[in-house]
């Protein structure tokens, strides 16, 4: 359910606003956890985290 369906049924009476902000914050955090699972590239990674970002950072002096 998203946000609008949730405040659709606070605005109707059919939940109150308590239930739906609660509901809400269920929803946000489930969904911020799959995308931080599902996000991740083949080995684990994050993507676009490749290594030795930090490599020759020093060398430029």
């Not at 946000?3 to 902000?21: E, G, K, P, Q």
């Not at 970002?53 to 060398?59: K, L």
């Amino acid at each position: 359910m998203g946000s609008a369906v949730l405040i659709a049924l606070a605005a109707l009476d059919v939940l109150s606003l308590h239930a739906v902000l609660l509901a809400a914050a269920g929803v946000g955090v489930v969904s911020l956890f799959l995308w931080g699972c599902l996000g991740r590239g083949a080995h684990g990674r994050r993507r676009g985290g490749g290594g030795g970002g930090g490599a020759g950072v020093g060398d430029a002096d």
